[in-house]
């Protein structure tokens, strides 16, 4: 979940090792025609109960909320309703597990808005966990340079601007955990992503995060057995376990 332009497409990406885009379903198994939803999608339309699947790790299937920021009021009861039945679903293949909520770090100016707000006051998603992601982190260096040479001090300094930057990104996660961690139905975690619009980056902090979140010891183990490129995190679970 989160607005448009958030990265929630990159970093399913990622976690499915692939550069291509997902193939979608209909909740009846039924194949969609991928530029027909495309088109909707420009359009601000959406279908929540759309299955994401990507054929290069078909193990997870994925829902997206598309930006429902600029929908409509029934767009949202749509979002809270599906969540609320997926979340209670006594199939394991037809319950959601965990919801990522994205939040773009490189428009600062707005990083908590309405309709964030809206969901973590009015949306319970029940023993389903909420991670809050903090996508584009990396943006964060720019901004780290300009405050350097607002300071009058050396650009060039690696150390001092990673410093920095480290400092910017600390200040703005906590600035989001005030803003939302008043909220009715807080997140989960918090968790910042950087470089993830490069080809191969480290999804091993997203997906340990989400199975620490996991309240079944069998999720867990299927959420990491399921990450079937990175054997390391595999092993580190099952010697865990």
């Not at 100016?109 to 309709?115: I, Q």
């Not at 943006?139 to 050396?154: D, H, I, V």
């Not at 001092?160 to 906590?174: F, M, P």
Request: charged share 25%; hydrophobic share 40%; with cysteine.
């Amino acid at each position: 979940m989160g607005r448009a332009n958030a990265g929630k497409t990159t970093i399913l990406q990622r976690v499915c090792n692939t550069t291509d885009k997902p193939e979608i379903f209909n909740g009846k198994g039924g194949k969609v025609d991928a530029s027909v939803v495309e088109g909707s999608l420009t359009r601000g339309h959406h279908i929540i109960e759309d299955e994401l699947v990507f054929q290069s790790n078909p193990g997870f299937v994925f829902h997206d909320s598309c930006g429902f920021e600029a929908g409509s009021e029934e767009q949202f009861d749509m979002m809270k309703n599906f969540v609320r039945d997926r979340a209670k679903r006594i199939r394991l293949d037809e319950r959601i597990h965990a919801i990522w909520f994205c939040i773009p770090l490189n428009e600062s100016h707005r990083m908590v808005m309405a309709a964030e707000k809206k969901f973590f006051d009015e949306c319970d998603t029940g023993y389903v966990p909420v991670i809050l992601l903090a996508t584009k982190a990396d943006t964060l260096e720019l901004e780290a340079f300009e405050k350097l040479e607002e300071q009058g001090l050396n650009v060039d300094d690696e150390t001092g601007s990673a410093r920095l930057q480290e400092e910017i990104l600390v200040n703005n996660i906590e600035k989001i955990k005030n803003w939302l961690g008043n909220t009715r139905f807080p997140p989960h975690d918090y968790l910042p992503l950087a470089g993830m619009e490069q080809e191969g980056a480290n999804c091993v902090p997203l997906v340990t995060c989400t199975a620490n979140a996991l309240k079944e010891e069998g999720l867990q183990q299927l959420l990491i057995s399921t990450q079937q490129s990175n054997l390391e995190l595999c092993m580190e679970f099952a010697i865990m376990k």
